[in-house]
């Protein structure tokens, strides 16, 4: 049994939690998974309390139907993948690899739905979850820059934040924040990476989500393993690269 007043929250001691899991709903909007946020991912932060809660989320996904389960497990990505961890120093995937396996086996059933064809937002947010729950660094998170359509990211010569735009408003790097309500005076465009000489995570992504049927995505992620060009300076650079570089631990 888990003694919940000898672990803590962003807010003290976690002795509310138990009742707080207990009350857990499938339904998104209900207020209690707000509580269950703010005290176990403050701001991305996680604390003692968090990874203790893991297997409470796993029991809730594993007892709804997979398409009503994205809650628990966005909330426990969320919680894996944070880099903002407690003093202890504690690893959730050595503390808590059976939760961790279990969540990842229903995010794998959850990502099955076929109602997910027409929903790219939850998709997204559901692979990126799986690749939380697989231990991937950064992209867990950070592959939802995909629903922005967006990644701000600096320079790596000379540190200019640029916009790397890709989607509705076009395929270039700009420095004007404005973007979406002008023509910036200044846009670069970025140049893809061919599908057929991706490696690795990109590969993997760009496959998956072609046989899950969501083309466009698969285009835009071309775009995020790709390369820009700073309009600043105009030195080229690595997006992939400067997402890591950015988010990283």
């Given at each position: 049994m ?18 707080l ?22 701001q ?12 409470a989320?796993?029991?809730a996904?594993?007892?709804w ?9 966005y909330?426990?990505?969320?919680i ?71 990644y701000?990211l600096p320079?790596p010569?000379?540190?200019t934040?640029?916009?790397?735009v890709?989607?509705?408003h ?7 924040g ?12 970025l ?18 989500m ?40």
């Amino acid at each position: 049994m888990t003694d919940w007043s000898r672990l803590n929250h962003a807010y003290g001691t976690a002795q509310d939690i138990p009742s707080l899991l207990d009350a857990m709903s499938p339904d998104p909007q209900d207020a209690g998974w707000d509580a269950l946020w703010s005290r176990l991912c403050h701001q991305g932060t996680v604390y003692s309390a968090s990874y203790a809660a893991l297997p409470a989320f796993a029991d809730a996904a594993r007892r709804w139907p997979a398409t009503e389960r994205r809650a628990p497990l966005y909330l426990a990505g969320a919680i894996v993948a944070s880099i903002d961890r407690p003093d202890s120093g504690e690893d959730p995937y050595l503390s808590h690899p059976a939760a961790i396996a279990e969540l990842r086996g229903l995010t794998e059933e959850a990502l099955q739905d076929p109602g997910l064809t027409g929903d790219p937002l939850n998709y997204v947010q559901l692979l990126g979850t799986l690749l939380s729950f697989e231990g991937v660094e950064v992209w867990g998170e950070q592959i939802d820059g995909l629903n922005g359509e967006e990644y701000e990211l600096p320079c790596p010569a000379c540190e200019t934040e640029n916009f790397v735009v890709f989607g509705e408003h076009g395929y270039f790097s700009t420095t004007d924040g404005m973007y979406m309500r002008h023509a910036p005076a200044k846009q670069l465009p970025l140049r893809p990476q061919d599908p057929s000489v991706m490696q690795g995570l990109a590969r993997r992504l760009h496959a998956r989500m072609v046989a899950d049927g969501h083309p466009d995505l698969a285009h835009k992620l071309t775009y995020v393993f790709g390369r820009a060009q700073c309009a600043d300076c105009g030195v080229p650079f690595s997006v992939e690269e400067a997402v890591v570089t950015r988010w990283g631990a």
